[in-house]
T-cell receptor, first 114, second 114 residues
Framework: DQQVKQNSPSLSVQEGRISILNCDYT??????FLWYKKYPAEGPTFLIS?????DKNEDGRFTVFLNKSAKHLSLHIVPSQPGDSAVYFC?????????????FGTGTLLAVQP | EADIYQTPRYLVIGTGKKITLECSQT?????MYWYQQDPGMELHLIHY???????EKGDLSSESTVSRIRTEHFPLTLESARPSHTSQYLC?????????????FGDGTRLSIL
């Protein structure tokens, strides 16, 4: 059973508009959440993270929001640029036991149209 | 900029062959990981190491083996390749500390077993 779910396999957005990528999780023991970006034929690169003690973390055009009660997080990209076109993976981890490793979602392919 | 290298980038080989996928990092990271990813699917952790002479199996059962004799080197070996081993293999490393430390990924090896 998937513990981290990205239910939208793809998303298309116009350049300059906001991109919102969503992620849901089932394990309440997760303490940290990370977003990775992956271009074709390259490995994933770390984008931004958030701890469970926060509900928002911002880094330039990228903001991650965490709603613990809903077990939901989202990545906002504003404004979107064509270079943002990539697969975005959500990942979660926690301290100890079975959660002491990164668990990845299946990814969302973002296409930013010029 | 992350410095983690995987070779080969692509490998097409026949059934029954012994294969070693190389992974090296120059960041002095204690933690290293191997993931397996099929198209459109999540990354599955198959092996990890928290330091020299330490290796553990990940969440996804794999017929591969790993070794960690030097901090910078974490090779993965398949003794007898089969078509079911066809996949992309991604190596990653991270600094010691809590699980939220970002993992730095190599560009992967795409393996095809005929």
């Amino acid at each position: 059973d998937q513990q981290v779910k990205q239910n939208s396999p793809s998303l298309s957005v116009q350049e300059g508009r906001i991109s919102i990528l969503n992620c849901d999780y089932t394990n309440s023991m997760f303490d940290y959440f990370l977003w990775y970006k992956k271009y074709p034929a390259e490995g994933p690169t770390f984008l931004i993270s958030i701890s469970s003690i926060k509900d928002k973390n911002e880094d330039g055009r990228f903001t991650v929001f965490l709603n613990k009660s809903a077990k939901h997080l989202s990545l906002h990209i504003v404004p979107s640029q064509p270079g943002d076109s990539a697969v975005y993976f959500c990942a979660a981890s926690g301290y100890g036991g079975a959660t002491n490793k990164l668990i990845f979602g299946t990814g969302t392919l973002l296409a930013v149209q010029p | 900029e992350a410095d983690i290298y995987q070779t080969p980038r692509y490998l097409v080989i026949g059934t029954g062959k012994k294969i070693t996928l190389e992974c090296s990092q120059t960041m002095g990271h204690d933690k290293m990981y191997w993931y397996q990813q099929d198209p459109g699917m999540e990354l599955h952790l198959i092996h990890y190491s928290y330091g020299v002479n330490s290796t553990e199996k990940g969440d996804l059962s794999s017929e591969s083996t790993v070794s960690r004799i030097r901090t910078e080197h974490f090779p993965l070996t398949l003794e007898s390749a089969r078509p079911s081993h066809t996949s992309q293999y991604l190596c990653a490393s991270s600094a010691a500390g809590p699980p939220n430390q970002p993992q730095h990924f190599g560009d992967g090896t795409r393996l095809s077993i005929l």
